[in-house]
Nanobody, 127 residues
Framework: QVRLVESGGGLVQAGGSLRLSCAAS????????MGWFRQPPGKEREFVAA????????AYADSVKGRFTISRDNAKGTVYLQMDSLKPEDTAVYYC????????????????????WGQGTQVTVSS
């Protein structure tokens, strides 16, 4: 079992930055690939970024590539999403998720591969 709690969301102007954190508990966290997803108002949940359990492999949605950076600190049990150059279209509820079955494969961008989810944190970008 992995429990996930997101924090760091808020209101920011376009062009600004935010850093989201996802605190994980549970003995299997270190072996989990981790992902960030988001759900804009009235839309489906979509992939944002993912990182392998060992941190050496990352993946990003095209819409955030070059602006967002995912990282993890296994000793602290935390995953981060640094978001720079934010745009109004980045407004969404952001969710952290854990995939315990990834092993040495690259991290997945498919939400069905993730077994554990946090409750989400709201990010609002004003124009």
């Amino acid at each position: 079992q992995v429990r996930l709690v997101e924090s760091g969301g808020g209101l920011v102007q376009a062009g600004g930055s935010l850093r989201l954190s996802c605190a994980a508990s549970g003995r299997t966290f270190r072996s989990c690939a981790m992902g960030w997803f988001r759900q804009p108002p009235g839309k489906e949940r979509e992939f944002v970024a993912a990182i392998s359990w060992y941190g050496g492999h990352t993946a990003y949605a095209d819409s955030v590539k070059g602006r967002f950076t995912i990282s993890r600190d296994n000793a602290k049990g935390t995953v981060y999403l640094q978001m720079d150059s934010l745009k109004p279209e980045d407004t969404a509820v952001y969710y952290c998720a854990a995939d315990p079955g990834r092993s040495w494969l690259p991290p997945s961008s498919h939400r069905n591969d993730y077994d554990y989810w946090g409750q989400g944190t709201q990010v609002t970008v004003s124009s």
